[in-house]
C-alpha cells in the first residue's frame, strides 16, 4: 500500500511537466510577441515621422520634383555611343514617359539639355550628373514659368517666377521663397521682404489692393513684433493715403487687432507729403 501511494503522489507533479510547454517553444513565443512589439514600434514611428500639412498659401508656388525621374531606366536612346554606352547630343527616353534631349556623357545626363516630364512640366538648362544644377526655365504646367538658379532640381539661388499677374523675383532655397524678395499678387498688392521656407519672416512691406499698408515685422507668414502704419480714420486698418498713422506693437496672435500696450503716438499725415 505504501508504494502504491507513493506512485499516487507522484502523478500531479507528471502531469504538470507534460502540461508545460518545452523550454523552447517557450523561447519562441518570447521572440514572436517581441518581433510584433518592434514592428508596432516602427510602425508608430514611422507615423510620428510624417511631416504635417502645411497651411494653404497665398499663392500656388509647388515643391519641384523634377530630379525623381532622372534615375530611371533609359527605354530608348538616338545618338551616338561609345562602348554601347550613351555618349554626345541625342534624345533620350524613359520608362517613366519622360523625355531629354541633349548633352549626355556616358549615360548620364550632363551639359545642356531639355528635360520633359508627363506631367507637363519641363526644365531646359543645365544638368551636371543627371541633376538639375545651374541656370535654366522650368514650365509648369498650370502656366507658371520660373527662370533663374536650381539646384539638385528645386528653384534654388535667385530666380523670378510668373504665374497670370502673380510675380516673385527674389531668393529660393529648395523650391521655396527664401531670403530677400519680392512678391506681386496684382497691381496694387505686394510683399516685398524677408522670407523663410515660403513664408514672409523678418522684416517686410505689405501693401493690399485697398491700399492699407503694414511695414514691420513678420514670423511664420503672419504679422508679428514692432511695426509702423497708417490707419483708416482710428477703424483699424493701415491706410496709405492719409487720415491717422501709429506705430507700436502688433501681436497677431493674440488677435487681428490687439497691442501690447497703448499706441506710441499719433500723428497727423500730410496727403500732399
Not at 26 to 46: C, G, L, P, S
Not at 212 to 219: A, T
Not at 238 to 257: A, I, N, P, T
Request: hydrophobic share 25%.
Amino acid at each position: 500500500m505504501g508504494k502504491g501511494n507513493a506512485s499516487k503522489t507522484k502523478m500531479p507533479k507528471d502531469r504538470k511537466k507534460s502540461l508545460a510547454p518545452p523550454k523552447k517553444e517557450e523561447e519562441q513565443q518570447k521572440e514572436e510577441a517581441q518581433k510584433e512589439e518592434e514592428i508596432v514600434e516602427e510602425m508608430i514611428q514611422e507615423i510620428e515621422a510624417q511631416p504635417e500639412e502645411e497651411p494653404p498659401k497665398e499663392d500656388t508656388f509647388k515643391t519641384d520634383t523634377l530630379n525623381e525621374f532622372l534615375h530611371l531606366i533609359i527605354s530608348s536612346w538616338s545618338g551616338p555611343c561609345e562602348g554601347a554606352i550613351p555618349n554626345g547630343f541625342g534624345q533620350m527616353i524613359l520608362r517613366s514617359g519622360a523625355v531629354y534631349e541633349g548633352d549626355v556623357a556616358f549615360g548620364r545626363l550632363h551639359g545642356k539639355g531639355t528635360l520633359k516630364l508627363p506631367n507637363g512640366w519641363t526644365f531646359e538648362g543645365d544638368f551636371v550628373q543627371n541633376s538639375i544644377q545651374g541656370s535654366g526655365r522650368i514650365c509648369f504646367p498650370d502656366g507658371g514659368e520660373y527662370e533663374g538658379e536650381v539646384a539638385a532640381g528645386y528653384r534654388h539661388g535667385e530666380g523670378v517666377f510668373r504665374l497670370g499677374e502673380i510675380t516673385y523675383q527674389g531668393f529660393w532655397k529648395a523650391g521655396k521663397k527664401h531670403g530677400e524678395g519680392r512678391c506681386q499678387w496684382n497691381e496694387k498688392s505686394f510683399y516685398e521682404g524677408s522670407w523663410k521656407n515660403g513664408l514672409c519672416e523678418g522684416y517686410g512691406e505689405r501693401r493690399w489692393g485697398n491700399d492699407d499698408l503694414y511695414v514691420g515685422e513678420w514670423k511664420n507668414g503672419k504679422r508679428h513684433g514692432h511695426w509702423g502704419g497708417q490707419l483708416l480714420g482710428g477703424l483699424g486698418g493701415f491706410w496709405l493715403g492719409g487720415s491717422w498713422g501709429v506705430s507700436g506693437r502688433f501681436d497677431y496672435f493674440r488677435s487681428q487687432s490687439s497691442f501690447d500696450d497703448e499706441f506710441d503716438r499719433y500723428f497727423k499725415i500730410d496727403p500732399n507729403s
